[in-house]
């Protein structure tokens, strides 16, 4: 299984990364955030490092539940890459009063036929397109959400010169999801 096993990083309750263990400098290096290193992550906002408003309101409300109810919480989440899919599960939890634990590990992972769109190093144009946070699927035109292989088939991306740049949204069903984990929180 490539990638990590298990990452953990650890936050203040003003989203400041603290510490950070497991396997991290090696899964960035893996999926070419090679500049995202142990050492630049600890003493930045947590924040800084999520993508899409959608994304970081959610990280911030779950950090405020856990804050106030001491509950640990635990959710899965795909973190592919451009040629697998990777099935993986986060727990947030709250191990002293001003400190919350984030820990990722892998639940399983899947290959497939290499995704461009996924790939950092492919040109890009100015378009965006959104993925989803949590399920990594893509959002088409009449806000229907995909696999990235059925967008990707049925759009004609690939006959394009440059791909469009992504960025991070929430689909319906993950949102929908990420609510009840919230709400169940408290």
Same mark, same amino acid.
């Given at each position: 299984? /490539? ?10 309750? #003003? !989203?400041?990364? $603290?510490? $950070?263990?497991? @396997? ?14 142990? %050492? /630049?992550?600890? +003493?930045? #906002?947590?924040?800084?490092?999520? +993508? ?26 795909? !973190? ?15 191990? &002293? ?6 820990? %990722? ?17 492919? /040109? ?17 035109? +009449?806000? $229907?959400?995909?696999?990235?292989? &059925?967008? $990707? /088939?049925?759009?004609?991306?690939? =006959? ?13 069903? !993950? =949102? @929908?999801?990420? &609510? ?7």
């Amino acid at each position: 299984m /490539a990638g990590p096993h298990v990452i953990e990083y650890v936050v203040r309750p #003003d !989203c400041t990364v $603290v510490d $950070v263990q497991g @396997e991290w400098d090696t899964f960035a290096t893996e999926n070419d955030a090679a500049d995202l290193t142990v %050492s /630049a992550v600890v +003493g930045h #906002d947590l924040r800084e490092f999520l +993508g899409g408003a959608e994304t970081r309101l959610i990280y911030q409300a779950l950090i405020e539940r856990i804050l106030g109810t001491g509950r640990l919480v635990r959710f899965p989440f795909r !973190c592919d890459s451009p040629d697998a899919r990777r099935y993986m599960e986060m727990e947030i939890e709250r191990p &002293d009063p001003d400190l919350i634990r984030f820990r %990722s590990r892998m639940i399983r992972e899947e290959d497939r036929p290499a995704q461009p769109l996924f790939n950092t190093k492919v /040109a890009r144009s100015d378009e965006l397109l959104v993925t989803c946070s949590w399920c990594k699927r893509v959002k088409t035109e +009449g806000d $229907v959400w995909v696999e990235v292989e &059925d967008y $990707v /088939a049925s759009s004609g991306l690939m =006959e394009a010169d440059v791909l469009p740049r992504l960025t991070h949204g929430v689909c319906p069903d !993950c =949102e @929908e999801s990420m &609510d009840a984990l919230i709400e169940s929180a408290e």
